[in-house]
């Protein structure tokens, strides 16, 4: 139940180790450290906030516009122990309000793709305003490859005519031209298209070897549209029709300073 990619050390990594370390490298990237707080925008179905409060001692804050996700997230959160630092809300994030104490850290895991392009610039401001000043956002979306998908119209695409309508996913320059609009400053960009290419192989074999009971939730139409979905995009992402950024931004504070080290060394350390 970890939404978006895993994140492989090897190939051969099965999908709940790669997914962990997808949890623990984003961690990592933001340089979690206790009592910090933390807001998820798009928090899914909570693996990230318990992650980030079990393991790196934050109080965290997730918001989702699912009541379903949101009711599983805190089973997960009572399960784990962590009423009292993480909390969970049914929330769209433009009505997130400004707490006189802000964020120190904002994360968005695979929710961007559904703001659209126009919304984005709307989309990176809001986040600034609820971080702190020296705070860091990390942002995870799909995005065009360099590689044209063949028959992509605009709006009539298969993913967009039956499993993502009014989805969008925009080259990268767009979505950094809309943080730097926003005030954001971008510090570093990963691409792990070829994590997401390992991901859907394993979702995709998953799904087909619960063919029988999953038709005990959905029809063998909708079955076959899933399927074809994980089995496309797997694809797009190993020939580079689309790819999925990580992407750091900070908020400077008054003098134009960060609390960022100067290199990524810890980002790998053991």
Request: aromatic share 12%; hydrophobic share 40%; proline share 4%.
């Amino acid at each position: 139940m970890v939404y978006s990619c895993a994140y492989f050390h090897s190939p051969s990594d099965n999908l709940d180790e790669a997914q962990e370390q997808k949890l623990d490298y984003v961690c990592r990237k933001l340089r979690l450290h206790p009592g910090q707080r933390l807001l998820d925008i798009g928090c899914g179905w909570g693996a990230f906030v318990v992650h980030a409060a079990k393991y790196f001692g934050v109080h965290a804050a997730g918001i989702t516009l699912s009541k379903r996700q949101a009711e599983w997230a805190q089973a997960c959160v009572r399960e784990a122990g962590l009423d009292a630092t993480v909390k969970i809300f049914v929330c769209d994030y433009r009505n997130v309000p400004a707490e006189p104490e802000h964020y120190n850290v904002i994360v968005s895991i695979g929710m961007a793709e559904h703001v659209g392009r126009e919304e984005l610039p709307n989309y990176f401001a809001i986040a600034r305003r609820l971080l702190k000043p020296g705070g860091v956002f990390m942002n995870q979306a799909i995005g065009e490859g360099i590689i044209p998908r063949p028959g992509n119209q605009a709006n009539d695409s298969f993913i967009e005519r039956y499993v993502f309508p009014e989805g969008d996913i925009p080259p990268l320059s767009i979505l950094l031209r809309s943080a730097e609009s926003s005030g954001f400053e971008i510090r570093d960009v990963e691409n792990l298209r070829e994590h997401y290419a390992l991901t859907l192989e394993y979702w995709l074999r998953r799904l087909e070897a619960q063919h029988s009971a999953a038709l005990a939730f959905v029809n063998e139409e909708t079955y076959r549209v899933w399927r074809l979905y994980l089995a496309g995009s797997g694809h797009g992402f190993r020939r580079g029709h689309i790819a999925v950024y990580q992407t750091l931004l900070t908020k400077l504070d008054d003098r134009g300073r960060t609390a960022l080290p100067l290199t990524r060394s810890d980002w790998y350390r053991n």
